[in-house]
């Protein structure tokens, strides 16, 4: 019987495995990238002339964000997140200006509420292990810390609707978020659009236990967002309180399966920190802008995970049969597709999001003026490529009138076979090896020149 390695060594003989490759590296080892068929030309806008063309199969990326499902995308995907968040904290790129990193910022987390206890690893403050509430000492890899110690008694309905409704809660939390800010400031909330605006960036992270929690920057500019400078009385400790006060007030109310009233609010457990220039934690109450990009770009792209849910949509009562997953996010995945069967709950689309353990919202999302957008990073990154492909072809002069015209149809996704994405998944990791080492040694270089100066 053929084994994987004489395929490997079949398909790295093969007459066409350079051309393949060579496609494979065009999507940097993307894991499912879609296959088109087709053509693309430049053309020369004054004359019609075709300046350059090329036919035939190519790959495109997939753009999944989960690195769990395609680590190159996911790549690209955190490395947009960066850019996003970091210049909404720093400034000096993508239109926004360096003096937004002098404002008040603060970084808090917002938790779920508990819905039943359940399993922890916990330490003291000085590492040591003490047990959980069910008595036992769980390590950090125990499978079951995150879940249920008593699955009866675990309001899976409850914790399931929490996290349906969380980007209303979000909303509420936003609104009265702009309320208590204009009351500290001793202005009418009507009027805080001429004196003040609420920037934020935030992520959504799975617990261990299955539900999100928020990351979120928040930022107070002036009326007209980043370009415009906040009034004097916007300071970090009046925006603290101000969140504060602000998660505490609100709530949503919905009805559980039974008719029963449930009240849905934010954790006990907030967290906000004061926001400093420069790179790397500084003291606990404080975190630092580069920190924080590079934190919420990590959690962009985590996702679900294997552990918590499930990396595609839910179609079937098998697939959840046949899920690989703890009982207990099996029970908050089953209850996702239960409560989806009812008439009341029609407008949440349990169904649909029940991977998601209920969750409805994007895991990065912002305020319309917080930075840049993921549309510009991409459109900028196009350019880039369409550039350097001009200049490759001897076309730099001619760019203002050249036109690229594409004619290509869809041809499956993935790839052929298992070795086909063992070779592509080796082309992905030595893609990101070779970039871990650039970007190093573009940073000891910089380490070396700020010293000498």
């Known amino acids: 019987m053929e084994t994987l390695d004489d395929r490997l060594a079949h398909r790295l003989r093969s007459t066409g495995y350079e051309k393949w490759r060579a496609k494979v590296r065009a999507v940097n080892g993307c894991a499912q990238p879609v296959r088109l068929y087709g053509a693309h030309q430049l053309q020369d806008t004054r004359t019609g002339y075709v300046l350059h063309d090329h036919s035939g199969h190519i790959f495109a990326p997939c753009g999944n964000r989960r690195s769990s499902v ?5 790549d690209r995907y955190a490395a947009d997140a960066f850019h996003l968040v970091r210049a909404g904290l720093c400034g ?19 938790t779920a509420p508990s819905f ?10 000085s590492g040591k292990r003490i047990p959980c509430g069910c008595g036992e000492v ?32 979000w909303q509420r939390f936003t609104m009265r978020l702009r309320r208590e800010i204009a009351k500290r400031a001793g202005i ?21 236990r299955g539900l999100i929690h928020f990351h979120a920057v928040v930022r107070i500019d002036g009326p007209e967002g980043a370009i415009d400078p906040p009034p004097a009385w916007a300071t970090p400790d009046l925006l603290e309180d101000a969140l504060l006060a602000a998660v505490a007030a609100v709530s949503v109310s ?13 954790g006990d457990q907030v967290d906000v920190r004061h926001i400093e220039s420069g790179s790397g934690d500084t003291d606990r109450g404080r975190v ?10 990590k959690y962009a792209t985590k996702g679900t995970g294997k552990s918590e849910a499930a990396d595609r949509p839910i179609r079937s009562q098998r697939d959840i049969d046949h899920l690989r997953i703890s009982e207990h996010h099996r029970r908050m995945v089953q209850t996702c597709w239960d409560l989806g069967g009812l008439a009341d709950y029609e407008d949440l689309n349990l169904r649909r999001w029940a991977h998601m353990l209920g969750f409805r919202g994007h895991f990065l999302t912002k305020s319309q003026r917080y930075s840049t957008t993921f549309r510009v990073i991409r459109g900028d990154r196009r350019a880039y490529r369409h550039a350097q492909t001009l200049e ?19 041809d499956g996704t993935g790839y052929r076979d298992d070795a086909e994405r063992e070779l592509a998944a080796g082309i992905a990791e030595r893609i990101r090896q070779d970039r871990k080492t650039k970007y190093s040694e573009e940073y000891h270089r910089e380490q070396q020149a700020a010293q000498h100066q």
């Open 138 to 169: 769980h390590p950090d890899a125990d499978p079951r810390a995150g879940t249920a110690i008593d699955p009866d008694e675990y309001d899976y309905v409850g914790a399931v609707l929490w996290q349906a409704n969380a980007g209303v809660l």
């Open 92 to 110: 000096g790129t993508k239109g926004v200006p360096e003096t937004v990193a002098d404002r008040a910022r603060v970084f808090a987390t917002l």
């Open 392 to 410: 490759r072809l001897g076309l730099t002069e001619r760019a203002d009138t050249v036109a690229v015209v594409n004619d290509w149809r869809f």
């Open 116 to 125: 039943g206890r359940v399993h922890q690893a916990r330490t003291t403050a």
């Open 288 to 297: 630092t802008d580069e920190g924080i990009a590079g934190y919420i770009a």
């Open 188 to 208: 009418r909330v009507r009027d805080l659009r001429d004196h003040a605006r609420l920037s934020y960036g935030k992520v959504a992270e799975y617990q261990r």
């Open 254 to 266: 919905i009805a559980r399966p039974d008719g029963a009233p449930l009240v849905l609010e934010w």
């Open 70 to 74: 395609c680590p190159s995308c996911s």
